[in-house]
């Protein structure tokens, strides 16, 4: 009888088409606290209250700092065994899709190419008056950027809540979920919408589902596979046998 690993290992080497959609989890053994987990506050901040557009507008200068304390801790780390086996793993498929919700950039980082960032990237800050993008990877903006071209309010190009997803952007991770014939999901408390639902749409759509993750989520009982360990331990081993 074969286990949950050898299972996914095997649908991963006859597949054509793959998905995968990480979490904060991915990034955890690198370093950057996850959002839910215990190390989810700053300053005694809930983290979730810092990321609207509510909290930006009624204290700009607390958002930034907060954001600029994530640029300066994420600018000293760096990418881990898990994103870096996503990266080979990328190579060996003839469709992969890796739909990130970190902001983090790690996975660039670890070589990843087709990647669709479904919340922002946090090195990207974008004008609020003229919605200029720009990339900076400065560990501190200052206490509250302006704009080079217009001079309006600048802020971190990432998705708050309330607010919507790049359309196109997207689109892009829905087909992936649907048309591929494997959907992992690694990392991932499973709660924010939309994000969460595109491990259903990969299922309804007949593909073989997995999370991997350190413990169960309230999507565990829908997927095929539950593997149950750190990321930096249990992605590498998905690699292993494979010439
Ligand atoms: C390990 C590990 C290790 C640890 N190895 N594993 C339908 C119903 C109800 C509400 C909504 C709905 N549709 C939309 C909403 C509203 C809202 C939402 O989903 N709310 C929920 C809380 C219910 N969604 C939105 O507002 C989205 N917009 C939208 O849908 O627009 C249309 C619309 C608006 C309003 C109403 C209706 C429709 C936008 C969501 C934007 C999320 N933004 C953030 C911040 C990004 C910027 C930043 O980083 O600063 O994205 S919030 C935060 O959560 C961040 C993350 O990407 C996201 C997901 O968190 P994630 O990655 O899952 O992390 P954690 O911490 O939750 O979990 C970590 C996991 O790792 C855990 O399971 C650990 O066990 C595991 N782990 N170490 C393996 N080593
Ligand atoms: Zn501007």
Not at 63 to 87: D, M, P, Q
Not at 150 to 166: I, N, Q, T
Request: one cysteine or more.
């Amino acid at each position: 009888m074969q286990n949950g690993m050898d299972r996914l290992r095997e649908a991963l080497r006859k597949a054509a088409c793959v998905s995968v959609l990480t979490g904060a989890g991915i990034s955890a053994e690198s370093g950057v606290p996850t959002f839910r987990g215990a190390d989810g506050l700053w300053e005694n901040y809930n983290v979730m209250e810092l990321a609207t557009p509510e909290a930006f507008e009624n204290d700009p200068e607390l958002v930034w700092r907060f954001y600029n304390w994530r640029r300066s801790l994420i600018s000293r780390l760096t990418f881990n065994a898990a994103h870096k086996a996503l990266a080979e793993l990328e190579t060996r498929i003839p469709r992969f899709t890796l739909i990130t919700q970190n902001v983090d950039g790690l996975h660039a980082k670890a070589g990843s190419r087709n990647i669709l960032e479904i919340h922002g990237n946090l090195w990207k800050v974008r004008c609020v008056e003229c919605s200029m993008i720009v990339l900076d990877h400065s560990p501190d903006m200052g206490h509250l950027p302006r704009c080079s071209r217009c001079g309006g309010f600048l802020r971190p190009h990432v998705v708050w809540f309330g607010e919507s997803l790049d359309p196109d952007i997207l689109q892009k991770s829905l087909d992936a979920s649907r048309s591929c014939e494997v959907m992992i999901t690694i990392g991932t408390s499973a709660i924010v919408q939309p994000a969460a639902s595109l491990a259903m749409e990969a299922r309804r759509s007949g593909a073989l589902t997995a999370e991997i993750n350190l413990e169960r989520t309230g999507h565990s009982e829908f997927m095929d596979l539950v593997l149950l360990g750190k990321a930096g331990e249990t992605v590498p081993g998905l690699l292993e046998g494979w010439s």
